[in-house]
């Protein structure tokens, strides 16, 4: 889908919706704090922004914002769960504003989560960035996850399989996926105005995941760490724009 001018303002406008939701509960995450709590801080953004949850309702999930510590790599439901000093958390956020999409996501350490979590946190966005790079008229789709692949498992990290990055616009979730590794095949030809969401999930160890008893909840299999980074992009003759920057 080709976005014309001003749907693409549309989603500037709830990229920085999202981007205002990072920042917020990137303040807010702290030892002692539950995620039921990060995901009011989120509520509280988008009610003072006058934007719309994408996540809540979204088959049946619960809230606004999926919160997915240590092992989790996506999808968890805010709830009970207290932040403590060494863990890692993926927050990831999105808005409707006029009817268009935003969605982006980050992991971040709470306290002093050490040294392989850091490296998994650093390599990972980096994988991210990576991938946005490629998002270029005249490009092929998919060599965004062949930039992504190359960054994480270079670092000896693996790449999630079974969940990928997607095109958006007036749905959360549009045609084509994104993969966040090669698939064989260049995939569509990429044209100015088209909006991606790239989202690489990057495990410490195996790349296997598992579905916990909520049907939400995925875990990585081997019970090591695992990071996820998000921004929804736009692709145009100047190069990718960013929505979900701050």
Known sequence: MIRNGSELAKMRRAGKVVAEMHEATRAAAAPGVTTLQLD?????????????????NYRGFPAVICTSPNDMIVHGIPGGYVLADGDIISIDCGAIVEGYHGDAAFTMAVGDAGEEARRLLEVTERSLWAGIDQLRPGNRLNEVGRAVQA????????????????????????????????????????????????????????????????????????????????????????????????
């Open 40 to 56: 009011a801080v989120a509520r509280a953004v988008l009610d003072r922004r006058g934007a719309k949850s994408n996540f809540l």
């Open 151 to 246: 960054v994480a498992e270079g670092a000896g990290f693996s790449v999630v399989r079974e969940y990928v990055g997607h095109a958006i616009g007036t749905k959360m979730h549009e045609e084509p996926q994104v993969p966040n590794y090669w698939p064989g095949h260049g995939g569509p030809l990429l044209k100015s105005g088209m909006v991606f969401a790239v989202e690489p999930m990057v495990n410490a160890g195996t790349p296997e995941t598992v579905t916990l008893d909520d049907n939400w909840s995925v875990v990585t299999a081997d019970g090591r760490l695992s990071a996820h980074f998000e921004h929804t992009i736009a692709v145009t003759d100047d190069g990718p724009e960013v929505f979900t920057l701050p």
